[in-house]
């Protein structure tokens, strides 16, 4: 049984009169407080026994599953009762707080709105059923479930009532936000382009063999047709078609690294939204993508999606990934992607290009991998080692300016000493990250080097 405001405020408000009247009318003090309580207590008796039921409701979920980050979901709460009187209460739908279960609410004398977690009435009739509509608006990814539900039922004069709390299963499943859709109208536009489904001239070599032209001024010569070139009197040049039908494999990094933030968000996350423009682009390109994700062991993998599929398995995948506070296995990963990726394939890595992890850890093992595949590594920098470097003023601006330039060409020899390997590297703010890695993969794409 629990007690409404309401009983509070008449106890306080009879002890107020009963004080008053014993004094006026000189009765003993007891004799009236007893009184009262008396009828108090019977009125709150009569209240909970008035209540309706709480064994006779059931209760049921539907809605939304999945959601994008930045994005509202709505799911609903069905609350049947199927016992002989009506029921009137109050609803509580509580979630954990990331799921975004919010009402913004003005309180009086007060410009701000303040959050806090709706209540909803109920008013249901016998054998008759009421729908609680919920809208979550989470702040982070992964699975969001709800807490409990806590239903209190209360009587005719709103004293006393009766309360339970039972447990409604649901997920919600908060996918990656993919800011960086934004930019795949005009890479698609580029790949149109590179594919020859609008008028330009492509230089550079594919691998399918499409015809035979007469050289002009800016091609490749190692594109000459010397054999076509003897039996005329121009020089010939192979043209080529784009590359299609190639394999593409994005790994991610899921190792300590990622966990730090660059900007406003961790390294995993900007990773994650160039992973997806990179895969809608390949899959739009022709191309078959997998995703891996590794630190000391394989934490995801999607593999053999089909292209209609892939982006959604992606989102998925990623949604529920979070960063290990553990060391890279390089060599794990390495040995991981030989015995598993058979054929030569574009193997994107989305890691930190820290030079302790890399000097340590990976570019001992790289010349296992770039002899049979083409290796991208992808790195989101600290916009503010760059802002740093060019502070002037004081003393402690010039310290600050010399550490961020060394930090800078620490950076930049890492990158070198990946390049020296057969390595590209791509190393963006996280604004441009994405888009930087699908120009890339773009380029290599045209010169047929995939």
């Known amino acids: 049984m629990v007690l409404t405001g309401r009983t509070g405020a008449l106890a306080a408000a009879g002890s107020v009169v009963v004080g008053v009247v014993s004094g006026v009318l000189h009765l003993p003090g007891w004799a009236g407080i007893?009184?009262?309580?008396?009828?108090?207590?019977?009125?709150?008796?009569?209240?909970?026994?008035?209540?309706?039921?709480?064994?006779?409701?059931?209760f049921n979920r539907s809605g939304d599953a999945t959601v994008r980050l930045g994005e509202s979901a709505n799911v609903s709460l069905d609350v049947v009762n199927v016992?002989?009187?009506p029921l009137r209460g109050t609803l509580r739908d509580a979630w954990?707080?990331?799921?975004?279960?919010?009402?913004?609410?003005?309180?009086?004398?007060?410009?701000?709105?303040v959050a806090k977690e709706p209540r909803h009435s109920l008013a249901i009739e016998a054998n008759s059923a009421q729908r609680i509509d919920t809208v979550l608006t989470p702040t982070r990814r992964g699975?969001?479930?709800?807490?409990?539900?806590?239903?209190?039922?209360?009587?005719?004069?709103?004293?006393?009532?009766?309360?339970?709390?039972?447990?409604?299963p649901w997920r919600l499943r908060?996918?990656?936000?993919?800011?960086?859709?934004?930019?795949?109208?005009s890479r698609l536009a580029r790949l149109h382009e590179t594919d020859g489904r609008t008028p330009v001239l492509v230089r550079g070599q594919g691998s399918e063999f499409d015809s035979l032209r007469e050289y002009v001024v800016g091609d490749d010569v190692r594109s000459i047709d010397w054999r076509a070139t003897a039996r005329r009197n121009d020089v010939v040049v192979r043209t080529w078609r784009p590359e299609r039908d190639r394999h593409v494999v994005i790994v991610l990094d899921t190792s300590r690294t990622s966990a730090g933030r660059v900007g406003d968000m961790p390294r995993l996350d900007s990773?994650?939204?160039?992973?997806?423009?990179?895969?809608?682009?390949?899959?739009?390109?022709?191309?078959?993508?997998?995703?891996?994700?590794?630190?000391?062991?394989?934490?995801?993998?999607v593999a053999?999606?089909?292209?209609?599929?892939?982006?959604?398995?992606?989102?998925?995948?990623?949604a529920v990934m979070e960063p290990s506070l553990i060391e890279l296995n390089a060599e794990g990963l390495v040995t991981f992607l030989t015995q598993r990726v058979r054929r030569r394939s574009l193997v994107v890595l989305l890691t930190s290009i820290d030079a302790a992890a890399i000097s340590e850890g990976l570019l001992p093992q790289m010349g296992r991998l770039t002899g049979r595949h083409k290796v991208v590594v992808g790195s989101v920098a600290d916009p503010r080692i760059a802002q740093l470097s060019t502070a002037r003023?004081?003393?402690?601006?010039?310290?600050?300016?010399?550490?961020?330039?060394?930090?800078?060409?620490t950076r930049r020899q890492v990158a070198a000493e990946l390049g020296r390997h057969g390595v590209e590297v791509v190393d963006a703010v996280p604004e441009r990250f994405a888009p930087a890695l699908a120009d890339r993969y773009l380029a290599l794409k045209a010169a047929g080097r995939l």
Not at 96 to 113: D, F, H, I, K, Y
Not at 311 to 316: I, Q
């Open 34 to 58: 007893a009184a009262f309580e008396a009828a108090l207590g019977c009125g709150v008796a009569t209240d909970a026994l008035r209540a309706g039921s709480l064994r006779d409701l059931a």
């Open 83 to 85: 016992g002989p009187r």
């Open 96 to 113: 954990s707080p990331s799921a975004g279960n919010l009402a913004r609410t003005t309180q009086p004398r007060q410009v701000l709105e």
């Open 143 to 168: 699975d969001r479930t709800p807490d409990r539900v806590t239903i209190r039922s209360l009587g005719p004069l709103g004293l006393a009532g009766r309360q339970v709390s039972r447990e409604v």
């Open 174 to 185: 908060v996918l990656p936000p993919f800011e960086s859709r934004k930019h795949l109208p």
């Open 271 to 301: 990773a994650i939204d160039a992973a997806l423009l990179l895969a809608a682009l390949a899959t739009r390109a022709g191309d078959r993508v997998d995703l891996l994700a590794y630190d000391q062991q394989l934490r995801a993998s």
């Open 304 to 318: 053999g999606a089909l292209p209609g599929r892939t982006l959604a398995l992606f989102s998925d995948a990623m």
């Open 393 to 409: 003023g004081d003393a402690d601006a010039v310290f600050a300016a010399a550490s961020a330039e060394l930090a800078l060409t």
